[in-house]
């Protein structure tokens, strides 16, 4: 794949006539360099900026993935409890029994909406 390669080693395109760095496409069908006044058909940089954005898209997917695992790890009873850090009124809370019985059990809470943990020993 020539064209991912070439769009992924340079950060921008260059007047095929001075070879200065032309401006960002904009709404006109052509991009004048700066330098030289040479005119370029932006319908050439069409297939790097598609390209482009199909990677971007890879990466946002992955992302989203991330976060929908972090997201399971969440799970049990939600339940009305003000975050100390953000003040979101929903916490999601787990218990773990401790070693010993007769230390009781230790309920943990995590903020559904900035995943801060608290916790607290019952
Ligand atoms: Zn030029
Ligand atoms: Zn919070």
């Known amino acids: 794949?020539?064209?991912?390669?070439?769009?992924?080693?340079?950060?921008?395109?260059?007047c095929s006539?001075?070879?200065?760095?032309l401006p960002p496409p904009g709404v006109?069908?052509?991009?004048?360099?700066?330098?030289?006044?040479?005119?370029?058909?932006?319908t050439e940089f069409l297939g790097k900026y598609v390209q482009r954005s199909i990677m971007f898209n890879k990466l946002d997917t992955i992302a989203l993935s991330d976060e929908s695992d972090e997201t399971g790890?969440?799970?049990?009873?939600?339940?009305?409890?003000?975050?100390?850090?953000?003040?979101c009124e929903k916490m999601v809370y787990h218990t773990r029994q401790m070693r010993s019985a007769d230390e009781g059990q230790t309920v943990?809470?995590?903020?559904?909406?900035c995943r801060f943990?608290?916790?607290?020993?019952s």
């Open 1 to 14: 794949m020539d064209a991912a390669s070439t769009c992924f080693c340079s950060e921008s395109d260059f």
């Open 17 to 21: 006539d001075c070879g200065s760095v």
């Open 28 to 42: 006109q069908d052509t991009v004048t360099c700066l330098n030289c006044g040479h005119r370029t058909q932006v």
């Open 73 to 87: 790890a969440l799970k049990g009873p939600l339940i009305d409890r003000r975050c100390s850090r953000c003040g």
């Open 108 to 113: 943990f809470y995590t903020c559904v909406q």
């Open 117 to 121: 943990q608290e916790k607290e020993d």
